[in-house]
């Protein structure tokens, strides 16, 4: 692993010339849990043999790089991919011939959040893109509402009959009351005037 490394930091330390690394999207926001591809492209030669490409992707955070995605003469090397990645990156070698590097990366976590760089190196040329990636946390499922009735159920107007006739019949009683007392003092008024 270590003498790929070097022979990548070795060709991409030489100029080839107009060998081109683009990025489809710059930026890419997504929510923890889903999936997303990432995807570059760069200049093709037919007369290459896919022997001469290597390809070395990582994600660059302020902690430590993270390898993402490593094809070294044209073979995957999974065992030099981050832990952080191992089981989550799959690429589409169909669209590889076509000079599309395609990486789709499932389960998404927030730490995964960070500038992803691809470098690629072939015998005619050599370049890099990268692009931003930024995973929220996934956000709490609203609760389903409910339909809102505009009549009460059968059941429920038994218990406004029940209120309703509870208070009314409170107020009649206050009122009552009231009545009462008020005619209790005006006849002590008038006893204690006279």
Known sequence: MVCSILLLIILTSCDYGTFVVNVT??????????????????????????????IFCELLT????????????GI???ESQDEQFAGRVQWDK???????????????????????KCQVATDYGRSSGRCFLNVSAARDRPEPETPKTTSPQPES??????????????????????????RKRRTQREHDFY
């Not at 200049?43 to 001469?52: A, F, K, L, Q």
């Not at 302020?62 to 003469?73: A, D, I, T």
């Not at 169909?94 to 992803?116: F, P, Q």
């Open 157 to 182: 107007r038994g218990w406004i009959g029940l209120y309703c006739g509870l208070g009314l019949g409170l107020t009649a009683t206050l009122l009552a009351g009231g009545f009462c007392w008020f």
């Open 94 to 116: 169909d669209v590889l011939r076509e000079g599309r590097l395609r990486l789709n990366v499932s389960r998404l976590r927030t730490e995964d959040s960070g500038l992803y």
């Open 62 to 73: 302020v902690l430590r790089p993270s390898v993402l995605f490593h094809l070294y003469e």
């Open 25 to 54: 999207q710059t930026s890419y926001q997504a929510e923890e849990n889903q999936d997303i591809t990432l995807e570059w492209t760069f200049t093709t030669n037919p007369h290459s043999s896919s022997t001469s490409l290597y």
């Open 76 to 78: 995957e090397v999974p």
